[in-house]
């Protein structure tokens, strides 16, 4: 998507007044509604097929869960913003750690869908006022306990909690990797570092790329693994 390209959009609930709503309120304001689905199964086919920028998810779909239909999609290059009227632990973890890039809750205001929407476009994680320490707390304490099969070796943790080094990622993409593992948006990183938004995304782009690495979820986790957060540069 260029920078002059309307994002598109698949939108996925099962509530078809839900559903026409939030599409009319999208299109109104630039986005191309592609698709839009009213379960899991269609969700996922008319992903595949469209391709789209953003997928707006309910979590609680027929025939598939909103976390289901994540993994089921996740060698897509789509962004995933899940809507849904929970936000239980239990739900948002489940669905972040499926791939998801942000969570809101449906009593967000119209505006605040349609900019959460922009925003998810563009690369940013969003989430309901509240919901983002809980996924930070969540992926510290994924770091601690690596999964041997996420590619987080243990034995090759840093001593004391330093990172390890990374002769692969420039320093700049080092100091954009630690401010991922903070929790700040790439509009907050880009203020940091007095880079424009593009630069940002291009950054976290590359490293995803050196690291072999798939999406924030498993960005933020490797960082953390490796002491980044805490650490004041490369």
Not at 30 to 53: H, I
Not at 150 to 157: M, V
Request: proline share 7%; net charge negative.
């Amino acid at each position: 998507m260029s920078d002059h390209e309307a994002p598109t959009v698949l939108v996925a609930d099962d509530h078809p007044l839900w559903l026409s709503a939030l599409e009319r309120d999208l299109v109104a304001h630039g986005f191309r509604v592609v698709a839009t689905a009213t379960d899991g199964p269609a969700t996922v086919r008319r992903s595949r097929a469209t391709r789209p920028d953003v997928l707006v998810l309910d979590l609680n779909l027929p025939g598939m869960r909103g976390d289901e239909v994540c993994r089921a999609i996740g060698d897509l290059p789509t962004r995933v913003l899940i809507l849904s009227a929970s936000g239980e632990q239990h739900d948002v973890l489940a669905a972040i750690k499926a791939g998801a890039t942000g969570y809101l809750v449906k009593s967000a205001s119209a505006q605040e869908i349609v900019d959460a929407v922009g925003a998810t476009a563009r690369g940013e994680a969003v989430f309901t006022p509240g919901l983002a320490g809980l996924v930070l707390g969540e992926f510290r304490r994924m770091a601690a306990e690596p999964d041997p099969g996420d590619g987080l070796d243990p034995a090759a943790a840093p001593a004391e909690g330093r990172p390890a080094q990374m002769p692969e990622l420039t320093p700049r993409e080092i100091e954009v990797l630690r401010l991922v593992a903070t929790g700040m948006s790439y509009k907050e990183i880009a203020a940091e570092l007095f880079l424009s938004h593009r630069t940002v995304q291009n950054h976290v782009q590359n490293t995803l790329g050196k690291l072999h690495l798939h999406n924030r979820v498993e960005l933020v986790r490797f960082a953390l693994a490796r002491g980044l957060e805490d650490d004041p540069g490369p």
